[in-house]
């Protein structure tokens, strides 16, 4: 397993400890001091580390997801635009998986454009799991239960990388928790492709255990798993699937971890001529890891390179990030969601131009507990200099162009020289790599407090030590705290009962550029995926443009002429949602003369275009 411990090794506390620094029950108590029993394989199996870092994570996102998962077929966590959308997204990639996958790109969506489907971050990655079920309730069910384990995933592949750096586990349980459940990542609750980073550590952790790497311990051949390695590719592979914006500065640390690797490789061998100090197997298992992290990403790219050429106008400016970089206070200002800080950082966050992209504190309590590590330390001091480095380098990349004479301190530099770069156009997840380093300094003051204190406590009563057990257990309890969220589950509107009686392709009006376009989307998913004329984006296709322009008269002869030869074979209209959009007074014109036929189904009207 990551992070298993070496027998041989008698280094004390910490991930190569020959005792545990601390149980999961986190008393300082060690199985060395009684004698051990056979034990049936499920117990073992039961109490294991991996065991219950899984169960935990999981219990974790439940709680602090709540309440989630109380109508998972009804709520949806945020708000009913981008949660509705995303929804969508993992629904239409297990469809089109299942039955077409040659027209994966080409979604129902925006018809009758092309490569709708790379619209937006697609969420690729969670497409097996829209293979299970069918329909719009199963959809809520799905994103409900991906929203909770995204969570889990994140607190697990944390966990995995502390310990593979060296942290102890109340170190890793606490870093873990504080990175998965940063009081930051509260303002993306309706972003999915934002919260799923659990790849983004769990790769990181698979490939420095198949490297024989800890940041405590550096470089051990003897620790090599090839293995290891190539499975960190496949899961940065899968990563990137879950969508560029946040997966393309993964792209680069790894591309810049290969070049400082294979240099220390080349100098290595130019130096001593001794055989590769990777080993055959590790370089083969890189080898073949990387073209296939390389190959995911390349087609990925492939197909937003071909939306921004059929839709010139879906590149953005760099105005965009200027417009969407954080003041520096943002750094210290939680969102609304918080349960803790929510309330009392209010004021501050009035002053912020756009709260949900620009509150970025990182949790108060990690803070503190890396501004420790910084003086005590399981970690070498070079090393937390370097820790501390790469947090304030990221913090200044989290504001993009707040700082710096010429409003260019570095983020819009990368967006100049850098591929795709341009398109991240808001740099406050880059707080993402800020709270994990930030983590990784965290952990290791506590794995240093804890094996002080379990020194200090050898010779104690056992009271004594299970006092100091539940000393250690207070940083623990202070990150879950600062992780309750106070997150608004909405209802979902749900399709209409005339949704039944449309055949594709169907415009559903108003078409207005708002959320309601978000939610038809995902109304899609209750019958075979209707290609429909409805969609959002961040940009607005030439041919719906027309289409909202047309329509605006709709019905007379030359919006019926123009969405028949568009392809459209039914229009529904909802009177409820009409007032004060352009097609306002649509209900009241008359049909006579045009061909059409017009039903009212339950309220909404079904305009047949046959």
Not at 258 to 271: K, L, N
Not at 363 to 379: D, E, H, M, N, P
Request: proline content about 7%; some cysteine; aromatic content about 10%.
């Amino acid at each position: 397993m990551i992070g298993e411990p070496d027998p041989a090794r008698q280094v004390t506390g910490g991930f190569d400890s020959p005792r545990p620094d601390l149980r999961s029950s986190i008393l300082v108590e060690t199985a060395q001091d009684r004698p051990s029993a056979p034990q049936p394989s499920l117990w073992r199996f039961l109490r294991h580390e991996w065991t219950l870092a899984v169960l935990g994570g999981l219990l974790l996102a439940v709680v602090l997801t709540w309440p989630t998962l109380r109508h998972p077929a009804s709520t949806i966590p945020g708000d009913i635009a981008d949660p509705t959308l995303q929804a969508w997204q993992v629904a239409w990639g297990g469809h089109a998986l299942l039955t077409d996958p040659t027209g994966l790109w080409h979604s129902n969506t925006f018809f009758p454009e092309r490569y709708t489907y790379a619209y937006s971050d697609t969420l690729l990655g969670y497409a097996p799991a829209g293979m299970i079920g069918s329909g719009f309730e199963a959809a809520l069910i799905r994103y409900n239960i991906l929203y909770v384990l995204l969570y889990a995933l994140a607190f697990i592949g944390a966990y995995a990388l502390i310990r593979q750096l060296g942290a102890g586990r109340i170190g890793a349980a606490v870093a873990g928790v504080a990175w998965a459940f940063a009081p930051w990542r509260l303002a993306h609750s309706g972003h999915m492709n934002i919260l799923s980073t659990g790849g983004i550590a769990l790769c990181l952790a698979m490939l420095a255990r198949g490297h024989g790497w800890s940041l405590r311990h550096g470089y051990r051949p003897e620790r090599r798993r090839p293995g290891w390695a190539l499975a960190g590719w496949l899961v940065a592979a899968w990563q990137i699937s879950l969508g560029f914006g946040i997966g393309l500065p993964l792209v680069y640390f790894l591309l810049a971890a290969g070049v400082v690797a294979a240099g220390g490789y080349g100098i290595s061998w130019w130096r001593h001529r001794r055989r590769p100090p990777f080993g055959r197997r590790l370089l083969a298992a890189d080898a073949l890891g990387g073209v296939i992290f390389g190959a995911v990403t390349l087609a990925i790219a492939a197909a937003y390179f071909r939306v921004v050429e059929l839709n010139p106008q879906a590149e953005r400016s760099l105005a965009w990030t200027e417009m969407f970089s954080p003041p520096v206070v943002g750094l210290i200002t939680a969102p609304a969601e918080s349960w803790l800080w929510g309330e009392r950082h209010a004021a501050t966050r009035e002053q912020i131009f756009w709260p949900p992209e620009m509150t970025l504190l990182p949790g108060v309590t990690l803070i503190a507990l890396a501004a420790a590590g910084l003086v005590v330390s399981s970690f070498r001091i070079r090393h937390r200099v370097a820790l501390a480095a790469g947090v304030i380098g990221t913090a200044l990349l989290a504001l993009g162009a707040t700082l710096g004479g010429d409003g260019d301190p570095g983020y819009l530099t990368l967006s100049k020289h850098l591929p795709g770069w341009d398109a991240l156009r808001t740099p406050g997840r880059m707080m993402i790599w800020t709270s994990l380093l930030l983590a990784v300094l965290a952990a290791g003051a506590l794995t240093a407090a804890a094996t002080a204190l379990r020194r200090a406590a050898a010779g104690w009563p056992q009271w004594s030590r299970q006092a100091v057990g539940a000393v250690l257990a207070i940083p623990l309890a202070l990150v879950v705290v600062e992780g309750m969220n106070r997150t608004a589950h909405p209802q979902v509107p749900t399709p209409p009962a005339a949704w039944d009686q449309v055949t594709g392709p169907v415009l559903v009006l108003p078409s207005d550029a708002g959320a309601f376009e978000l939610n038809v989307m995902l109304w899609t998913t209750e019958g075979d995926f209707p290609q429909v004329a409805n969609g959002l984006a961040g940009f607005v296709p030439a041919s719906q443009e027309q289409t909202r322009a047309v329509t605006a008269f709709f019905p007379d002869p030359a919006s019926v002429e123009y969405l028949r030869d568009l392809g459209v074979r039914t229009v529904l209209v909802m009177p409820d949602r009409l007032i004060g959009t352009p097609w306002d007074g649509v209900a009241q014109r008359p049909v006579d003369g045009l061909g059409i036929t017009r039903e009212e189904i339950d309220g909404v009207l079904v305009y047949r275009l046959d």
